[in-house]
């Protein structure tokens, strides 16, 4: 299978894109649960919005500097509740945040096996449809109503490899 990497820059012009509508769309689902959308939550969705990969509440902790651990664990919480976060699990449990698919879009991640570093991913067009074919003759075989994927690739990082 074909896997495109996002360049620190084609990544930056995607976010720039939805970057006018993103803290709007934030604030507004976040008051349809009536949470109020406060600098510090506003500083983990920016920190979010500019990394290349989903990140660990340590590492988040880095990028929002002021942003107190408390307040960062108390943000994370009623971030997610709210639907505006997507959690994800590594092999040994450690979550790592980044923001939902509907803010950003549709993307995979690859997982470096050396240093553990988490990157966005796209595929090609081509085999985003492919996996929806295969995904489609799976519900037929098993079903199941299978309306979404998620793909974790594994292997070394530019930075390993070399
Ligand atoms: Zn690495
Ligand atoms: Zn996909």
Do not use: Q
């Amino acid at each position: 299978m074909r896997i495109i990497l996002i360049t620190g820059c084609k990544l930056h012009s995607v976010t720039a894109k939805v970057h006018s509508d993103l803290h709007e769309s934030v604030r507004r689902s976040l008051s349809s649960h009536a949470i109020r959308y406060t600098t510090g939550r506003r500083r983990v969705i920016e920190s979010m919005t500019v990394a290349s990969g989903p990140l660990s509440a340590a590492e988040l902790l880095d990028a929002t500097e002021a942003v107190p651990l408390s307040s960062l664990y108390r943000s994370l919480t009623v971030l997610d509740e709210a639907g505006v976060l997507r959690r994800h699990h590594d092999a040994d449990g450690l979550a790592r945040f980044e923001l939902a698919e509907w803010l950003t879009g549709h993307h995979h991640h690859a997982v470096c096996r050396s240093c553990g570093l988490v990157e966005d991913i796209e595929l090609a067009g081509d085999d985003e449809a492919a996996l929806d074919d295969m995904l489609a003759s799976l519900s037929t075989t098993t079903g199941w109503n299978l309306s979404s994927h998620s793909l974790e690739v594994e292997g070394t990082c530019a930075g390993c490899s070399t």
